[in-house]
């Protein structure tokens, strides 16, 4: 009889984790941003806002989180559900070496970008070992006009996108539309 109650209940609480990913859909991008510095929530709420203007298809969602604390950086790469993060380079860095952001190569021209260009993994198709490459990984924020347009551009912030992103194609248009304003 205990073993019938107990699959109930596990059947009932993945029925649940079930139906609370329901909700969200491939047109859904979520941002996770943090740094060590204020942060200007007025130009927050104005990119997020215009973000969802231009791109009517699709809908954004920046999240800031106002104290910068690496486990919760840990947090939101493996289970925010995010697809770009904006994080300190030194971070960035860090994460991507186990190949947690994409190369943007085929996406911008590095040489317009060269704070993003590093050395950093890359996984490759069918393997669990990331491999050190150079590439462009992240746009720098004082790079992003829908920034500079809120007067916000905050020093040694980048933005990826993730490896895991829900759509990946969906997160680098969104990371265009930063940059062109």
């Not at 050190?132 to 905050?154: A, C, N, R, S």
Request: glycine share 10%.
């Amino acid at each position: 009889m205990k073993r019938r109650k107990a699959g109930v209940w596990m059947l009932m609480i993945a029925a649940i984790m079930l139906l609370a990913g329901c909700g969200k859909g491939d047109d859904n991008i979520t941002i996770f941003m943090s740094d060590e510095g204020a942060v200007s929530q007025d130009a927050i709420g104005l990119v997020q806002e215009k973000l969802n203007t231009d791109l009517s298809e699709l809908k954004v969602e920046l999240n800031y989180s106002p104290l910068f604390n690496l486990q919760k950086v840990m947090i939101e790469y493996a289970a925010g559900g995010n697809s770009i993060v904006i994080l300190p380079e030194d971070t960035i860095k860090t994460y991507g070496k186990d190949g947690a952001h994409i190369p943007l190569d085929e996406y911008f021209d590095k040489s317009e970008y060269p704070e993003g260009v590093f050395e950093s993994g890359v996984l490759k198709d069918g393997e669990n070992d990331a491999v050190l490459e150079e590439h462009l990984f992240g746009i720098p924020l004082t790079e992003m006009k829908m920034f500079q347009d809120t007067g916000y551009t905050p020093e040694g912030l980048l933005a990826c996108v993730l490896v895991n992103a829900p759509d990946k194609e969906a997160a680098v248009k969104v990371l265009q539309k930063l940059t062109e304003g």
